[in-house]
């Protein structure tokens, strides 16, 4: 499935109020490194039942990537109940990605 970049379409506030696992995933449609990591993110969070993906367009001054302080993308925040419980930076190795989603699952069992 192909996933675009859309820019903010929620504040920080509102993530932090998301319930749930959700996935914010900084970057842009452009980015080489962007378009080189999804072979490595896809397989892992492609079908993943009850995650919520949300494909952050960012840039300078965009304030919700700011707030999360996104420096490189792609960045992926992995987040339960509004709170951030993984982070991975230019993953390149779906393991990466694996671990962050163990995380977030162990994270929401908890509550």
């Given at each position: ?73 792609p ?8 709170e ?28």
């Amino acid at each position: 499935m192909s996933h675009g970049y859309l820019p903010e379409t929620l504040t920080r506030d509102e993530a932090d109020a998301l319930p749930g696992a959700t996935v914010l995933q900084f970057g842009t449609d452009w980015c080489g490194y962007c378009r080189a990591a999804k072979n490595v993110i896809e397989p892992v969070l492609e079908g993943v039942e009850g995650l919520n993906r949300v494909f952050v367009e960012d840039g300078k001054g965009r304030p919700l990537g700011r707030s999360y302080r996104v420096k490189l993308w792609p960045t992926l925040v992995f987040l339960a109940d509004g709170e951030e419980v993984a982070r991975v930076v230019r993953p390149w190795k779906s393991e990466d990605v694996s671990e962050a989603l163990d995380r977030q699952t162990a994270a929401l069992a908890c509550t």
